[in-house]
């Protein structure tokens, strides 16, 4: 017993280290607002874009979209850190960590606001358009706020999925939560910054969770 | 000149989705004040007439009309001119994320561009003129559905247009809430507005039409005053159509 709780939570371990992993929750927490922000915005804009059928412009919105969901996120950020300095472009690992992880969710996003954007009633369009709004207004007066509604649900548990991966930017030293805690673990050789890690991610997304999990019954109940 | 047009006005209007011919010349035409109903079996067109009418559908060949003025062919503000035609849908298609008032303004506040104020006061107005002045902040959601379309005729009516086209406007109503709905459309013509009526509303027909046009096969089969196309239609087949709608 006395073993476990020295591993997993070694009280002077714990104490020497909790203020470093505190400074990985402000990043962690920072490269969340971030990568939501960014990629519901750009997801929403590439979907608003497809809307306009320009084919040529559709067609890399689907490609850009299917290639940054196939591929796992992880082979991403490697590439970007690892290859893109030998184009010359040298980005620190927080930047690509946000970067990669902001398109990856700007590319889901685009394909659930789509997928609300087409669910709107034709009826909507044609009402809108029988007043005189222009198919730019219509579009954001009328179809967008509807299906933005419609996809909170799905859009809020891929936004959750997606931060929860910041913790990936550990294998490029992105000093957040996980990035401070291995850290910690290395040089202390003991489990407890792991333990105090676990914690603060429940602590930061569970309250994530259950907001979710109260906007699905909400916007639910609202659709029917 | 203007004045003795006809308020809309159809022109040998032909209309063809993929192979099939839906409105095979059409000729048409509606004077302010007047109320003109259209009859017709299932498919014979009648939708795709009145959606060409503000083009939402586009018209193959043939001319519209409206106050004189051409809105068909190229060079057309579109926009503008839907301004002047208003509609109103079977399934209402009332925006479900906006209150009445935010229905009723959204046009002339992003299209005709009136500051709020004046805008919400207008808005008031018309809902006032279809009795739902009470409702103006309630939500389609929180309305029946007889409110509901009346809901729509003001959003169609507050932007003060000259014609009105009505897509069977009650078929989706509770007997009950169907009356409320006609009573309004007596307003709408009463205002002097020109009305082309798709509708089942036989008993309405008789009543309050100027002139009821029978559509079959993509064209007009006849037309004449409810008492001309009721009780002594001339063509075979509108008899057999009454006949089937009357059973
Ligand atoms: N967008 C479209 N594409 C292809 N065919 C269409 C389209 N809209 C209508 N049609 C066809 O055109 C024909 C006429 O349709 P329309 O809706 O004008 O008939 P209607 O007289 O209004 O019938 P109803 O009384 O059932 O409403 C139908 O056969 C319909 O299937
Ligand atoms: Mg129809």
């Not at chain 1, 997993?8 to 990568?35: C, E, H, Q, W």
């Not at chain 2, 409105?23 to 009648?46: T, Y």
């Not at chain 2, 729509?152 to 507050?158: C, D, G, S």
């Not at chain 2, 027909?205 to 559509?215: L, M, P």
Request: hydrophobic share 50%.
């Amino acid at each position: 017993m006395s073993s476990f709780s020295d591993t997993f939570l070694n009280m002077d371990v714990l104490a020497r280290y909790a203020p470093s992993i505190l400074k990985g929750v402000g990043v962690t927490i920072l490269l969340s607002v971030l990568i939501v922000l960014t990629g519901v915005v750009v997801g929403t804009l590439l979907a608003c874009l497809r809307s306009f059928r320009v084919r040529l412009l559709s067609f890399f919105i689907v490609v850009f979209a299917d290639i940054f969901r196939a591929l796992p996120p992880l082979v991403l950020i490697l590439l970007a850190f690892f290859g893109l300095p030998n184009i010359g472009v040298v980005l620190t690992s927080f930047t690509v960590l946000y970067l990669v992880l902001a398109l990856v969710l700007a590319a889901f996003a685009e394909e659930i606001v789509w997928a609300g954007i087409t669910a709107t009633p034709k009826g909507q369009w044609e009402a809108a358009r029988s007043t005189g709004l222009g198919y730019t207004q219509t579009l954001g007066y009328v179809v967008l706020p509807q299906a933005l509604r419609m996809v909170i649900p799905p859009l809020t548990n891929r936004a959750i999925a997606i931060t929860k991966m910041t913790a990936l930017g550990m294998v490029i030293g992105v000093p957040d939560i996980l990035g401070q805690a291995t850290t910690a673990q290395s040089f202390s050789a003991n489990a407890s910054p792991l333990t105090l890690a676990a914690v603060a991610y429940v602590v930061i997304f569970l309250p994530l969770v259950v907001l979710s999990r109260w906007l699905e019954t909400r916007f639910s109940r609202g659709a029917a | 000149m203007i004045t003795d047009r006809p308020t809309l006005e159809l022109r040998g209007l032909h209309k063809s989705f993929g192979a099939d011919p839906i409105l095979r010349g059409i000729d048409l035409s509606v004077a302010r004040g007047e109320m003109v109903f259209v009859l017709g079996p299932s498919g014979s067109g009648k939708s795709t007439m009145l959606r060409c009418c503000n083009r939402l559908e586009e018209p193959d060949s043939g001319e519209i009309f409206v106050e004189g003025k051409p809105i068909t062919g190229t060079g057309v503000d579109l926009n503008g001119m839907r301004q002047r035609i208003g509609m109103v849908f079977q399934s209402f298609n009332l925006y479900p994320h906006l209150t009445a008032l935010g229905n009723v303004t959204l046009a002339m506040r992003r299209v005709q561009k009136k500051p709020r104020a004046e805008a919400e006061t207008r808005a008031l107005d018309a809902l006032d003129r279809v009795g739902l002045k009470a409702k103006a902040d309630s939500y389609p959601a929180q309305l029946s559905g007889g409110q509901q379309q009346r809901v729509a005729i003001a959003r169609a009516m507050a932007l003060e247009p000259s014609v009105m086209l009505f897509d069977e406007p009650t078929s989706a109503l509770d007997p009950e809430l169907v009356g409320d709905v006609l009573a309004v459309m007596r307003e709408v013509r009463a205002e002097g507005m020109a009305m082309l009526v798709v509708s089942h509303e036989m008993k309405f027909a008789r009543e309050a039409a100027d002139r009821v046009v029978f559509v079959d096969g993509g064209v007009i089969v006849e037309q004449g005053t409810p008492e001309e196309v009721f009780e002594r239609p001339r063509e075979a087949r509108t008899r057999a159509f009454l006949g089937r709608i009357s059973e």
